[in-house]
């Protein structure tokens, strides 16, 4: 039922389209049938709510520390989640960090920001799975810092351009919320 909820909400919320003649151009160039936006969908307080808990109830068994990603689309997902899982029951005090896409330029020069520290156990968010490309880089730059990470959460795994192949490859265990297949059977 949360599944359906949650693809529902992308529909109702219009994060969801699909042209099958034109389609839409993605961050890769490439082109594809299906545009998904989890800003829109992170922007309302349901559905935003409907992440949070089916996230949570994906990641309640995974042992970890904190939860993060590139931003600036993982910052809302992780916020979410930790702060469900904090008002759960089994509760979790998940902390969070962002990953930036490049260190700031001034201060201390930081590439991550949030609340984690070398040897935690990291869980890697974004928001939608196409090459795997983005997640990969925040893996990358969390395990640099000192994180160990082995599972990895999405909200949509667009089943496009083999990034669960690519991601699982690295060593992650990769939830998906959702797949292109739920947004389509919701339309």
Known sequence: MLTHDLAKAFV??????WD???GFTLASGATS???????VVMAHPGPRQLVAQAAYEALREVNCDCIGGLEIGAIAIATAISAYAYGAAPR????TFV??????DHGLGKLIEGAMQPGDRAVIVDDVLTSGGSLLKAVAAARSAGLTVDHA???????????????EAQGIT?????????LLAAR
């Open 12 to 17: 109702t919320t219009q994060a969801f389209k």
């Open 20 to 22: 099958p003649a034109g």
């Open 33 to 39: 049938p299906f545009y998904v936006d989890c800003r």
């Open 92 to 95: 979790r005090d998940w902390r």
């Open 99 to 104: 990953v930036r896409k490049q260190p700031k």
């Open 153 to 167: 959460l999405v909200i949509v795994d667009r089943k496009e351009q083999e990034g669960r192949a690519k991601v």
């Open 174 to 182: 990769l939830l998906s919320l959702l797949t292109i297949d739920d």
